[in-house]
């Protein structure tokens, strides 16, 4: 028997206008549809997917912990990828869908290391986050000798403080229970003015405003653009 292909799709940061036509396309053709999901069963990436998911597919929840402890994610993944292995073996195709782009920051990385020795593999990229806050805010990322940085959050204040200081534009993403740390390290580098504030990018309940105007608290997808204003686009 063929093995089946095991699809790892990128939906895009949020809005499904912005899932590519070849996802939708493979997403609407395959068998078996697989994502990830909270804990609770709730799932961004099968939101997003909704509309291209077929009534007759078979759909693989695989249900991801959200904790800093890394055992029982990689648990997880390792009974996520067992399921869709056994799909694959027994001939069927399945679709992995991912928010944002599967291979920036997106679990089915994780999914793709376990499974990738022993099956066929194809990675459809997506529109990420850091592109669709930059579109929102209409604020260019780079260009010429610029070079962008893509933070994520959780790096310790100091390590956090020094990248953004040798960086010439910076992308913080995952804002989320980290809000304040970035806001004391621009505060100490004198960039708060240089730095936007984008959440849920994309979304009907988007927003974004100057970091000096943020909220108070912030979602997991949000995330803080800083451009040091040496604009060579101006």
Same mark, same amino acid.
């Given at each position: 028997?063929?093995?089946?292909?095991?699809?790892?799709?990128?939906?895009?940061?949020?809005?499904?206008?912005?899932? #590519?036509?070849?996802?939708?396309?493979? *997403?609407?053709?395959?068998?078996?549809?697989?994502?990830?999901?909270?804990?609770?069963?709730?799932?961004?990436?099968?939101?997003?997917?909704?509309?291209?998911?077929?009534?007759?597919?078979?759909?693989?929840?695989?249900? *991801?912990?959200?904790?800093?402890?890394?055992?029982?994610?990689? =648990? =997880?993944?390792?009974?996520?990828?067992?399921?869709? =292995?056994?799909?694959?073996?027994?001939?069927?195709?399945?679709?992995?869908?991912?928010?944002?782009?599967?291979?920036?920051?997106?679990?089915?990385?994780?999914?793709?290391?376990?499974?990738?020795?022993?099956?066929?593999?194809?990675?459809?990229?997506?529109?990420?986050?850091?592109?669709?806050?930059?579109?929102?805010?209409?604020?260019?990322?780079?260009?010429?000798? &610029?070079?962008? #940085?893509?933070?994520?959050?959780?790096?310790? &204040?100091?390590?956090?403080?020094?990248?953004?200081?040798? =960086?010439?534009?910076?992308?913080?993403?995952?804002?989320?229970?980290?809000?304040?740390? *970035?806001?004391?390290?621009?505060?100490?580098?004198?960039?708060?003015?240089?730095?936007?504030?984008? &959440?849920?990018? #994309?979304?009907?309940? &988007?927003?974004?405003?100057?970091?000096?105007?943020?909220?108070?608290?912030?979602?997991?997808?949000?995330?803080?653009?800083?451009?040091?204003?040496?604009?060579?686009?101006?």
């Amino acid at each position: 028997m063929t093995s089946g292909t095991l699809y790892g799709i990128g939906l895009g940061p949020g809005d499904p206008d912005l899932i #590519t036509l070849k996802a939708a396309r493979l *997403i609407a053709a395959v068998p078996v549809v697989a994502y990830p999901t909270l804990e609770a069963g709730d799932s961004f990436a099968r939101s997003i997917a909704a509309g291209f998911v077929p009534a007759g597919a078979q759909e693989l929840p695989i249900p *991801i912990p959200m904790t800093t402890d890394r055992a029982p994610a990689q =648990a =997880a993944y390792d009974a996520g990828a067992a399921a869709i =292995a056994a799909h694959l073996d027994a001939g069927r195709d399945v679709a992995v869908l991912c928010e944002g782009d599967p291979f920036f920051y997106g679990s089915f990385m994780y999914l793709f290391s376990r499974l990738s020795g022993d099956h066929r593999v194809e990675v459809v990229p997506g529109v990420t986050s850091v592109t669709a806050c930059a579109a929102v805010v209409g604020q260019p990322l780079s260009a010429r000798n &610029e070079v962008l #940085t893509i933070l994520p959050c959780s790096l310790h &204040e100091p390590e956090l403080k020094a990248r953004i200081e040798a =960086a010439s534009s910076v992308a913080i993403i995952k804002v989320g229970r980290h809000l304040n740390k *970035i806001r004391r390290v621009l505060g100490d580098l004198s960039l708060i003015g240089h730095a936007v504030y984008v &959440e849920r990018a #994309t979304l009907p309940n &988007e927003c974004y405003a100057p970091l000096a105007e943020a909220p108070e608290k912030a979602p997991y997808f949000s995330m803080i653009l800083v451009s040091r204003g040496k604009d060579p686009w101006l």
